[in-house]
């Protein structure tokens, strides 16, 4: 039975951090200095910010249902 040889991996270090996406659909790289980011408006924040709301509130209608579920058997089952 002969093991199968691991193949060596080679890191290779470019000095740039994680968050880095300036290799990101052919970007420029950088140079120097971080380009200003432009800010979004008010009303982009909104609805991005109820856009992920939308997207919680039935989980947490679930959640909520289970607890108060749980809580009303721990009752009657304590006698209280």
Not at 29 to 51: D, H, I, N, V
């Amino acid at each position: 039975m002969a093991k199968k040889k691991r193949e060596k991996i080679t890191y290779y270090d470019d000095d740039s951090t994680i968050s880095d996406m300036s290799g990101v659909r052919g970007a420029k790289p950088k140079s120097g200095s971080q380009p200003q980011r432009q800010g979004s408006s008010l009303k982009e924040q909104w609805k991005t910010y109820r856009a992920a709301v939308k997207t919680m509130v039935l989980p947490m209608i679930v959640v909520l249902l289970v607890l108060g579920v749980l809580y009303l058997v721990i009752s009657l089952v304590s006698g209280q």
